[in-house]
Structures are given as C-alpha cells and as structure tokens.
C-alpha cells in the first residue's frame, strides 16, 4: 500500500515532458484556436480598416478616425444599395418561408404519389451552379421582355431560398415527438385546432432559423442578383463593383455592423432558448 | 378524400413557382445553347437553328477554363475538408459548455459579406498588406513571390469562403456519434488511429458527403473568388460565362457552357454519392 502510494506522488515528470504531455491531449483545441483565427482573420481586417481616415479607396492605412461610423451612408450610393438588399431580404424571405414551409409540411407529414420527386425537385436548386441558375432566369426574362431590375431579383431570390427552407423546416418536422399530436386528439382537439395549437408552435422554431437562413442567403448573394438585377445595387454589387477603383470604407463599417448585429441576435436567441429548455 | 388532396395543395404554390422559375428557365436555357447568330442582325439577336456544335466549340474553346474550374473546385474541397474535419471534430466533443458558442462562430463570419471578407484577403496577401513583406524579410518566399493574383490565393480564397459549408454538416453527423462506441473501440485495444479510421470516420460519413457537396458545387460555378483573387490566367468557367453573358452578349455559347458545367457537376456527384455509398443526404 505505502509503496503504491509512493510510485503515485514521487515520479518526477522532466517539464519537457509534461509540456509535451500537455499539447498532446490539448493538440485537437489549439488546432481550433488556430482555425478560428483564419476564419476571423478577413473579419478583423474588415472591422480595422472601418476606422481607417482612408478617403475614397480604403487600401493602406493612413490613421485612425471614428468618421466612418459617425456617416455611415457618406459614401454616394453605399446606403441605397443596403436599401436595396434589406428590401429584397425581406420580400424573399417572406415568400420563401411560407412557400418553402408548405411543401416542408406536404413532404414531412404526408405518404402520397410522387414524394420522391418532389424531394428531387427540392434538392435540384441546391445541386445548380449558381450561375447557371442566375442565367437561366435571366434569359427566361430575357425571352418574356421582362427587364431585369427589383422583382426579378426577388424572385431569383426565392427561388434559391426555397430549398433552404424546405430542408430546415422538414428537419425540425422529423425530430417531433408524434405523441405530442396523438394526445391532442385524444383530448378532442380537432386536425385544425391539433395543427394550431401543437404542431405549429412546435415546429416554430425550425421556421423562424429557416427565414433567418433565408434572409442571410438573399442579403449576401452575389452571382444570383448580379445576373438579375439590371441596374440595381444591392450591397454585395455595390462592394464587386467598388472593387476596382477601391472600397469607401463606410462598406466596412456596414459590413461590420452587420456581422455585430446578426452575432447579438443569435447569442440573444440562444440565450433566450436555454431559459426556455429550463 | 381531404387527407388524399392535402400535400397535393400544399405543393402546389411552391412547386406552381418551382417550375415557372427554375424548371422553364433550363429548360430555355436548352434551347438557347443550341441557338445563331441572326446573319445581318444586332449584337444579342439569335435564331433557332438546333446547332449542337455550339456545345464543340464553347467546350474546345474554353477547355481551359473547365479543367481549372474543377481541379480548383476539387483542390478547395479536400482542404476544407481537412480543416472543417479537425475543427467539427473539437466542436463535437471537446468543448464541453462552449459547444453552442463555437458553433454560432463557425457561421459568423457569414455575417460579414463574403465579397468584403474577399476583398480583404486580397489585401491581406496583397503586396500593401504586413504578410508579404513578412514572410520576404524571413526568407519564406523570394522577393519576387506574389501571393495575390496567383491560383494560390484563388484556391485559398474558395477553401475560406466554403468552410462553414463543410464544417456545419460534419459536425451535425459528428455530434450525433455516441461517444460510447468509440470507447467501446479503445476497450477493444484499437489505437486512436484505428478508432477513428474504423469507427468515427465511418460513422461520420453523412457528414462528409453532405459537407464535400455543398463545398464542391459552389466552388465549381464560382467566379467571384477568381475574378477577385486571380489572375488571367487563372479564370475559371463561371468568368467565361459571365463575360460571354455581359461583355460578349453571346447567349448561346453562355448557356451551352452553363448546361456543360451543371451536367459534369451532376455526373460527378452522382458518381460521388455512389461510391461514398449514402442515400440519405437532404
């Protein structure tokens, strides 16, 4: 017993050792540290250089200034095209999610003739080159002299935001309990009153992150918009665009911002689900 | 009877869309790819001629364009996938309490455009930027490396741009391995590597299919990293294609060269999915 006890406390692990010890079972988070920081590193150097006094082009460093937040929209047309993607966000959003949580419904909750296809169709979108989806739509317009301009891009947009939605939607369909529903009826709800009052708030959730998915697919698409938009900004074309002659650095604050504001959303979110799991 | 009618009605506004918007615009896109020029017309006039050789020449004129395009795509693919692996990885089991927070990260960059988050690696690499100059003044590249404009900086670019795209899948799959059965494995004297090449990779497959398809499909189709991070040289099928849609205004050839990305990119995945042997993937 005392010898045991002894071979416990005495070994003396040279420090080389123990060190190397320590990165070995620590090796798989300091290599997560490591990628968080690429992830982060255009992140970074987009938030720094939002408080550069750089003028038009905001390539080098020439000091610091709070301006550019202070004149959010200084920059000629910067604000308009965040008008632009905001609206466009929000419309595609909007016909997306119901669209999208309609056939989420159909194909988690029914049995009928053509299921299978429609689960193709749904993941169609998804397999196509963004490209080739903005084209495509572009020269159907194209052929039916409808000029590219606002609506097209809304409707590219909920096009490509469909099959998001379905997705989302229809994983939080498949994770519910179906006893829930059978105890409804049991209790003499009706097929209304059971989907109203149980199943719709149940799958809420799964609705609400699909048409923040969506929201964030529209606002940051660029190749879909660009092939469709005519001579509309939205904030991504007016970044491709501005890239040539340089960006004002008002794109930096806005870009910023938004990252802030979306982070804030989601950890409020969170926070407010845990309280409700409690 | 209503149960019969049901999904039918709910489809039907979503679908009535589906086809008006996606299905009719490739199948226009079709017949567009096979269409002339109008002899003695406009730039941008065409006719209807069921010219198959378009495919011939818009393929033999941008071979290029199309070997880089996937060797690109696929050379972004395997790197994310060895960095979201590692990373899915320690989301999964090693961060305890901050497993939620880690995750809202991997998608935060997001948040950002991911033009802006383009632009600044290109500053980054770019000849302004401190890394050069560093890695110079260390002798890690010669003096007359550039890192911006090269294919270098487009692979990367693409790799960074689709992590989260790879990383989110392979953790969901990940996250869903009971930890038991890789303990069950080390009890049965398996060392780490055979644990992980025996049990948690294949248990992790859903993820990685799911992962690699959403990295490669955009990745292929993509011009904006290339556009923005390379060179001339370096141009890839989406640069053709959207120069010979704005700049050329030569439809067809636009949409044959569209039609044979979408149909190489749908033979190698399905060839893909076989191999990697999942049905289930959406």
């Known amino acids: ?278 | 009877m209503g149960k019969n009618r049901t999904p039918y009605l709910l489809l039907l506004p979503g679908f009535g869309f589906l086809f008006t918007f996606f299905i009719l615009p490739i199948i226009n896109l079709a017949q567009t790819s096979t269409q002339t020029r109008v002899s003695g017309g406009d730039t941008g006039q065409y006719e209807q001629t069921l010219r198959f050789a378009n495919y011939v020449d818009a393929f033999v004129d941008n071979k290029e364009q199309f070997g880089r395009s996937f060797l690109y795509a696929i050379i972004a693919t395997v790197l994310a996938l060895a960095i979201a692996y590692p990373l899915a990885y320690a989301i999964a089991f090693k961060s305890g309490k901050y497993k939620n927070l880690l995750l809202v990260l991997v998608v935060a960059p997001f948040f950002t455009s991911f033009l802006l988050r383009t632009i600044a690696w290109k500053q980054i690499l770019g000849e302004e930027g401190f890394l050069v100059p560093t890695l110079r003044s260390l002798g890690i590249i010669s003096q007359s490396t550039t890192l911006t404009s090269t294919s270098f900086a487009v692979v990367m670019g693409m790799t960074y741009n689709f992590l989260p795209f790879m990383t989110l899948p392979l953790y969901a799959s990940i996250d869903r391995i009971d930890p038991r059965t890789l303990e069950a494995s080390g009890d049965l004297y398996a060392n780490g590597l055979t644990t992980f090449r025996r049990v948690t990779l294949p248990l992790s497959m859903p993820g990685v299919v799911a992962g690699t398809l959403l990295t490669f499909i955009p990745a292929a189709g993509d011009y904006v990293n290339a556009a923005i991070l390379g060179n001339p040289n370096t141009k890839m099928l989406g640069n053709v294609i959207e120069s010979r849609y704005f700049k050329i205004v030569d439809y067809p050839t636009a949409a044959a060269l569209s039609f044979t990305l979408m149909a190489a990119i749908l033979i190698l995945v399905t060839l893909y999915i076989r191999k990697a042997g999942t049905e289930e993937l959406v």
């Open chain 1, 1 to 278: 017993m005392t010898q045991k006890l002894k071979d416990a406390t005495i070994p003396t692990i040279p420090i080389g050792a123990r060190i190397q010890r320590w990165i070995g079972r620590n090796l798989i988070r300091i290599y997560a540290i490591f990628a968080f920081t690429y992830l982060f590193i255009p992140v970074a150097y987009t938030f720094a250089f939002s408080f550069n006094d750089s003028g038009k082009s905001n390539l080098i460093w020439k000091g610091f200034t709070l301006g550019n937040w202070q004149n959010p929209c200084g920059a000629p047309e910067v604000c308009s095209a965040l008008g632009n993607s905001i609206k466009i966000g929000f419309l595609a959003t909007f016909f997306a999610t119901i669209l999208g949580t309609m056939i989420a419904f159909a194909i988690g909750r029914h049995k009928f003739r053509g299921r299978s296809t429609s689960n193709l169709l749904i993941f169609l979108p998804m397999a196509t080159p963004e490209i080739v989806m903005g084209a495509s739509l572009l020269s159907l317009f194209l052929v039916f002299k409808i000029n590219p301009g606002f609506w097209p891009t809304v409707i590219a947009h909920i096009v490509f935001c469909i099959s998001f939605v379905v997705v989302t939607v229809k994983a939080r369909i498949a994770s519910l309990d179906p006893r829930l529903e059978q105890a409804a009826m049991d209790l003499y709800a009706n097929e209304f009153e059971t989907f109203r009052r149980v199943t719709l708030p149940l799958v809420a959730p799964g609705i609400a992150g699909a048409a923040l998915l969506a929201f964030s697919l529209s606002f940051d698409d660029f190749i879909i918009t660009n092939f469709n938009s005519g001579t509309l900004t939205t904030f991504p074309k007016f970044i491709y665009v501005s890239a040539a002659r340089g960006i004002p650095a008002q794109a930096n604050v806005i870009g910023s911002a938004m990252f802030f504001l979306a982070l804030t959303l989601v950890i409020v979110g969170q926070l407010v689900n845990r309280r409700k799991v409690r």
